[in-house]
């Protein structure tokens, strides 16, 4: 089967690449607004894009009623947000962060998400993550017609979580990942093989 990207519409290219495209990191955002309303959301259009400079990039899209989803706004007003890899324990109020809410409501206090302050120029990171990142908006990138408003956040610092260093320095902990409308659990590593 070929399908033409051209000749279908835009949520069935997006049911295509959501289930080609495998599996997506997930990236669980926090925000704060200028009046210092805490937002948290998970995005799974996300990857590293360059170390030099050091960046991500995240794509988000709209809310139901087409105004820009809390995260895109706060990043924009603010120039700032903290991404936070979540672990398998995560996973339910991961999830519960995707409601649409108003703007008003503290996600932290409305699904009683725990919070620590690392940076204090940042979003606090959630509490027993294994990685964030603090980021700042590098830039914003019009895709013309697209709904999705794809970011590139240059990381400033990156936390790393003490209990998830091994004894070889590695970043270990078990990830999420989004495969199509799923998610899935990316717990097993496999060392990479010797090129003969």
Request: charged residues 30%; proline residues 7%.
């Amino acid at each position: 089967m070929l399908i033409n990207y051209e000749k279908i519409e835009a949520n069935e290219r997006k049911k295509l690449m959501a289930g080609s495209i495998i599996p997506r990191s997930i990236a669980w955002i926090v925000t704060k607004d200028l009046n210092d309303i805490i937002n948290i959301a998970p995005f799974s259009y996300f990857t590293g894009l360059s170390s030099n400079p050091p960046t991500l990039i995240v794509s988000i899209g709209h809310k139901s009623d087409g105004t820009p989803k809390d995260t895109l706004k706060n990043i924009r007003e603010t120039k700032k947000c903290t991404i936070c890899l979540p672990k398998e324990e995560n996973l339910k109020k991961m999830h519960w962060t995707s409601k649409e809410l108003d703007n008003c409501i503290d996600e932290a206090k409305e699904f009683d998400i725990k919070l620590q302050e690392i940076e204090k120029d940042f979003p606090p990171i959630i509490k027993g993550v294994p990685l964030s990142f603090f980021c700042n908006l590098y830039q914003e990138i019009d895709l013309k017609e697209s709904n999705t408003i794809p970011l590139i956040l240059e990381i400033k610092k990156e936390y790393i979580n003490d209990n998830n260093i091994d004894e070889k320095s590695r970043i270990t902990f078990k990830p999420i990942a989004r495969v199509g409308g799923n998610y899935t659990f990316l717990s097993k590593y496999i060392d990479i093989p010797k090129i003969p």
